[in-house]
């Protein structure tokens, strides 16, 4: 399963996992292209997870300064699989 999120230009703000619902794995591969829009535009990145079992779980994902601990913006998805 792939999730492309908004990335600021601000290189100190991460996209981080929260929480994890215990059927996915995230995958180390992590892809990361510009967005477009000329200057000053953020860009996308692609976080990559594979379903390891059936079940169903909470995903959650901040956004967060790596230096301060602030949160831009946050992510959540329920994911089922059967």
Do not use: C
Request: no cysteine; net charge negative.
């Amino acid at each position: 399963m792939e999730i492309e999120l908004e990335q600021p230009l601000n290189p100190n703000y991460r996209w981080k996992v929260e929480s994890n619902a215990s059927i996915l794995e995230q995958q180390p591969a992590e892809t990361f292209h510009p967005a477009g829009g000329g200057i000053g535009a953020g860009s996308l990145r692609t976080l990559i997870f594979r379903v390891s079992k059936k079940g169903s779980g909470q995903l959650s994902l901040k956004n967060l300064d790596e230096k301060t601990g602030d949160v831009y913006q946050q992510f959540h998805l329920t994911v089922s699989t059967g």
